[in-house]
Antibody, heavy 119, light 110 residues
Framework: QVQLVQSGAEVKKPGASVKVSCKAS????????MHWVRQAPGQGLEWMGC????????YYSQNFQGRVTMTRDTPITTAFMEVANLKSDDTAVYYC????????????WGQGTLVTVSS | QSALTQPRSVSGSPGQSVTISCTGT?????????VSWYQHHPGEGPKLIIY???QRPSGVPDRFSGSKSGNTASLTISGLQAEDEADYYC??????????FGTGTRVTVL
């Protein structure tokens, strides 16, 4: 069955970087966009950006432009999302989610990765 | 890009119907039929329940339905059940290859 399995929880200090992985299985990895969404404590869902695993092309929310990098490693069917220069308000659960094409709804989601930023 | 506007909470008794609105602009909700809805239980990944305004993925009960008029999309849950208690988010294309979620609505089953 289709699955997205994310890496485990992280604790980072302000100014550090974090890289979250999302291992895909059960479908053709290059055929679906991978989006990243986060949810800060007590807040709603926030779209961060997405990557076309086929071409590596990326689209980012203006809120994260320049601080977030999305990549993929096609042979191991894994997508990555790295946030640089972490701040305390980057503390959130980060989700990966796949969509059939860039316009498509997000049909399958990972379990989420908690990133805590604390000094 | 500002979040789409949803009511903070709605509630209903088992068997009743509730409707959640999602208001945006002509640049997002009103611009194209790329509106979807997600059910989110705490501690889990969100679940797609409506796509392309009114389409239901296989396995989603037909008590969930979606519609759109102008810049406002709506999700209706008919025959409310206890397991429907969750947070619900709308999601829309917002132009220039960006996307936006709604502010989220907590559904409480009384």
């Amino acid at each position: 069955q289709v699955q997205l399995v994310q890496s485990g929880a992280e604790v980072k200090k302000p100014g550090a970087s974090v890289k979250v992985s999302c291992k895909a299985s059960g479908y053709i990895f290059s055929g679906y966009y991978m989006h990243w969404v986060r949810q800060a404590p007590g807040q709603g869902l926030e779209w961060m950006g997405c990557i076309n695993p086929n071409t590596g092309g990326t689209y980012y929310s203006q809120n994260f432009q320049g601080r977030v990098t999305m990549t993929r490693d096609t042979p191991i069917t894994t997508a990555f999302m790295e946030v640089a220069n972490l701040k305390s308000d980057d503390t959130a659960v980060y989700y990966c989610a796949r969509g059939r094409d860039i316009w498509s709804a997000l049909s399958t989601w990972g379990q989420g990765t908690l990133v805590t930023v604390s000094s | 890009q500002s979040a789409l506007t949803q009511p903070r909470s709605v509630s209903g008794s088992p068997g009743q119907s509730v409707t959640i609105s999602c208001t945006g602009t002509s640049s997002d909700v009103g611009g194209r039929n790329y509106v979807s809805w997600y059910q989110h239980h705490p501690g889990e990944g969100p679940k797609l329940i409506i796509y392309d305004v009114s389409q239901r993925p296989s396995g989603v009960p037909d008590r969930f339905s979606g519609s759109k008029s102008g810049n406002t999309a709506s999700l209706t849950i008919s025959g409310l059940q206890a397991e429907d208690e969750a947070d619900y988010y709308c999601y829309s294309y917002a132009g220039r290859y960006t996307f936006v979620f709604g502010t989220g609505t907590r559904v409480t089953v009384l």
